[in-house]
T-cell receptor, first 112, second 114 residues
Framework: GAGVSQSPSNKVTEKGKDVELRCDPISGHTALYWYRQSLGQGLEFLIYFQGNSAPDKSGLPSDRFSAERTGGSVSTLTIQRTQQEDSAVYLC??????????FGPGTRLTVL | AQKVTQAQTEISVVEKEDVTLDCVYETRDTTYYLFWYKQPPSGELVFLIRRNSFDEQNEISGRYSWNFQKSTSSFNFTITASQVVDSAVYFCALSEDRDDKIIFGKGTRLHILP
């Protein structure tokens, strides 16, 4: 069956550019989460959506990071004015019962 | 504050040996969930198991087994008769509410040598 999908799988950008990362959750999953994985910090929570609203944005590292979710489905994570420390793998997860999260393959972001 | 500690950074064992991955957690909540995820070289996080705090029964799934002990705040994972395909990074994780973010440990990199 279809799992969580993310695009692009790889993104290389120059410092200062904006990037958009996309997540398609498992069909019917109401909860959606963004995490990032980097060598120094491990796996970190960024933001959580229930439907289209985001009750927990506590993990967003700065105001350069934002995310939205439309139609209770697809979500976009936007990073403005990218910095080298933003380089990481960005992981999306979705959940039906809000307890078990299923992860996508991630987007590897490299900021030059 | 919630925290997950995986003290073993890296483990190497020879194929067919048994191996246990340790996990210790901290939480002030009485209701919480514990998880194990596997991250093979391909990079995708694969869900293995979820336990809630009220269910201390140990679980076995094929060659995998999990030992949950609230008294020691531990949730250890054992692979019996390890295989090369078990080589991966394994993450123990905790969430304090059904809708809550997952807090991950740093992971244990497991090498199964042929």
């Amino acid at each position: 069956g279809a799992g969580v999908s993310q695009s692009p799988s790889n993104k290389v950008t120059e410092k200062g550019k904006d990037v958009e990362l996309r997540c398609d959750p498992i069909s019917g999953h109401t909860a959606l989460y963004w995490y990032r994985q980097s060598l120094g910090q491990g796996l970190e929570f960024l933001i959580y959506f229930q439907g289209n609203s985001a009750p927990d944005k506590s993990g967003l590292p700065s105001d350069r990071f934002s995310a939205e979710r439309t139609g209770g489905s697809v979500s976009t994570l936007t990073i403005q004015r990218t910095q080298q420390e933003d380089s990481a793998v960005y992981l999306c997860a979705s959940s039906l019962d809000s307890a078990t999260q299923y992860f996508g393959p991630g987007t590897r972001l490299t900021v030059l | 504050a919630q925290k997950v500690t995986q003290a073993q950074t890296e483990i190497s064992v020879v194929e067919k040996e048994d191996v246990t991955l340790d996990c210790v957690y901290e939480t002030r909540d009485t209701t919480y969930y514990l998880f194990w995820y596997k991250q093979p070289p391909s990079g995708e996080l694969v869900f293995l198991i979820r336990r809630n705090s009220f269910d201390e029964q140990n679980e076995i799934s094929g060659r995998y087994s999990w030992n949950f002990q609230k008294s020691t705040s531990s949730f250890n994972f054992t692979i019996t008769a390890s295989q090369v395909v078990d080589s991966a990074v394994y993450f123990c994780a905790l969430s304090e509410d059904r809708d809550d973010k997952i807090i991950f440990g740093k992971g244990t990199r497991l090498h199964i040598l042929p």
